[in-house]
């Protein structure tokens, strides 16, 4: 089990503790797509590559990267028992931070999306409340879900730059905003000063993982405290490739595993 990518050790970030900012951590990370083999650089296998074992499918294991992102996430903003929280998007992403959420204990989860099929998934993974933005306005039933307040937490999982204006408004006075979803560089938004400093709410982008997390990810796939199957939406032979990104353009499924050779059972949603 392996990540792309580990810190150098010796920069000033990492020095800093903030080894997810590392200065060549992305001119160095591996890119190796749908290479038979790939060579890992040493500093990767010093910190980022563990056994896999037996019991874990290589499909499970390939979640590594993206829960480790997840968890590291939760490792910047921490997800709270007890409370109310909210997750913009329904991807892959998000049914990631549903399950970690579950996981922690968080009492309601509220997820929003505009894909019916992952909604569904997002319910069947445990989702309190499921709402199609297409259909529904989602900030009245967070107000009559929280008395009025707002959620405790947000997490805005969409990169898109109007998702990311819009979840100030979600929020609770003291409550908690994550921006995971990237908006393109030099992308700006614009938020409500008076919401920001009057009503005390933390505003936290995250980019990224660290070893940390991705031990943690680690033992929460390997105990399996987290169970990403159901998020695999199915298995096609390397050689279906296009089959599998046309059904993801059209936002057809989640994650489709690529089988170096011939997959027993190609399914497609």
């Not at 810190?7 to 038979?36: D, H, W």
């Not at 307040?149 to 979600?170: F, H, N, Y």
């Not at 199915?234 to 059904?247: K, M, N, Y």
Request: glycine fraction near 8%; charged fraction near 25%.
């Amino acid at each position: 089990m392996a990540v792309h990518t580990a810190p150098c050790g010796s920069c000033f970030y990492c020095r800093a503790n903030q080894e997810n900012l590392c200065e060549t951590i992305m001119e160095t990370k591996v890119l190796g797509a749908f290479a038979e083999q790939i060579l890992l650089p040493a500093h990767i296998v010093a910190r980022n590559v563990y056994p896999k074992p037996q019991h874990l499918s290589f499909e499970e294991a390939a979640f590594l990267e993206p829960l480790s992102c997840v968890v590291y996430g939760d490792q910047v903003q921490a997800l709270r028992p007890h409370e109310t929280l909210v997750i913009i998007g329904a991807g892959p992403i998000g049914l990631l931070f549903l399950l970690l959420a579950k996981a922690r204990g968080v009492d309601r989860v509220i997820v929003t999306g505009k894909n019916t099929g992952r909604l569904e998934m997002a319910a069947r993974l445990g989702a309190d409340r499921v709402v199609d933005v297409t259909r529904e306005d989602a900030l009245p039933l967070i107000a009559e879900l929280t008395a009025g307040r707002g959620a405790d937490q947000v997490i805005e999982c969409t990169g898109r730059p109007s998702v990311w204006e819009a979840s100030l408004k979600m929020v609770r006075k003291g409550g908690r905003v994550l921006l995971f979803g990237g908006c393109p560089s030099g992308t700006e938004v614009r938020f409500d000063t008076g919401r920001l400093h009057y009503d005390e709410i933390t505003l936290d982008g995250v980019f990224h993982f660290t070893p940390e997390a991705v031990a943690e990810a680690r033992e929460l796939l390997v105990s399996g405290d987290i169970d990403v199957s159901p998020l695999i939406s199915g298995r096609f032979p390397l050689t279906d490739l296009e089959r599998a990104l046309q059904l993801l353009s059209r936002g057809d499924g989640l994650k489709y595993a690529l089988i170096p050779e011939a997959a027993d059972d190609p399914v497609a949603p």
